[in-house]
């Protein structure tokens, strides 16, 4: 792709009056170099069939295009942004652009495998659109992720901390998650008050079956629901005590420091009494 015939991100902005929309959570990236470098954190994309959620004036769209990748899909529900990069499209037969909300869309379905998923995620929506790709986690490759730096944290948290929580366990589950980069507020336009962070999630080769996600998500939402209390309490609508003891898992405990093969165990339990 020539970049150098493209306008300047600024000037896409300018031109399709592309001010970010605080209502859908768009935080732009425009610096090249960063943008390069996001897309290189993705891992080698060659053959690779790679779908951007959120792309906006296009700046990760146009350093995905760089790479080796079969196909860039970008999907984006701001028809101003959808405008602004199709210009994009005429330079190359290797990009989609399809206009959707991205939390009603089945990915597997609109793009062949191999593929994987690069997004700067629309801070109102990123964890929703996580826990909605992790129900289908053998789909992908991997997923590299722009979050909120506390969302982030959450993602990878370990045991005994505080962001330690539901998506995190379901996270960890399904895939092996690492810190890639944290990314200061000032590299974003507009700059949001908070730092974010890249991750990538590399789905595990055994995936659990839907069955065992739904109970998984079910066991997760109420043992952290009441954090604070111990799990013969925070669980008593699924077994209490009862539950824990069948596991092995002292019911004194709170969820925070179960690890994720113990919080396995307890879903397996959940299941044998279904």
């Known amino acids: 792709m020539a970049e150098f015939l493209l306008p300047s991100l600024a000037e896409v902005i300018r031109r399709f009056d592309l001010h970010a929309n605080k209502s859908l959570g768009q935080h732009f990236l425009l610096d090249p170099s960063l943008l390069a470098r996001i897309a290189a954190s993705a891992g080698n994309l060659e053959g690779l069939n790679v779908i951007e959620v959120g792309p906006g004036p296009g700046g990760l769209t146009r350093a995905l295009l760089e790479t080796k990748a079969a196909s860039v899909t970008a999907i984006e529900f701001d028809r101003r942004a959808v405008a602004a990069i199709s210009a994009l499209a005429t330079t190359t037969n290797r990009l989609t652009i399809i206009e959707a909300d991205a939390m009603k869309v089945d990915l597997a379905s609109l793009v062949a495998s191999p593929r994987t998923i690069v997004a700067n995620l629309p801070y109102n929506i990123g964890t929703l659109l996580l826990v909605r790709w992790l129900q289908q ?11 909120q730096l506390e969302v982030a944290e959450r993602i990878c948290a ?52 839907l069955e065992d996600l739904k ?21 008593k609508p699924l077994g209490g005590e009862a539950l824990c003891n069948e596991a092995g ?12 093969e113990e919080f396995v165990k307890l879903m397996q339990r959940l299941k044998g009494r279904s």
């Open 137 to 147: 986690a053998a789909a992908f490759q991997s997923m590299t992720l722009m979050f």
């Open 158 to 209: 370990e045991p005994n901390t505080g962001a330690y929580g539901r998506i995190s366990v379901l996270a960890q589950w399904l895939c092996k998650v690492a810190m890639l980069m944290r990314i200061p507020a000032g590299a974003f336009a507009p700059p949001p008050k908070v730092e974010s962070a890249l991750i990538q999630l590399t789905p595990l080769p055994e995936q659990p079956p």
């Open 215 to 235: 109970l998984m998500e079910r066991l997760t939402a109420t043992a952290f629901g009441q954090r604070r209390k111990m799990l013969r309490s925070a669980l």
């Open 249 to 260: 898992i002292d019911s004194s405990r709170r969820a925070e420091t179960l690890r994720v």
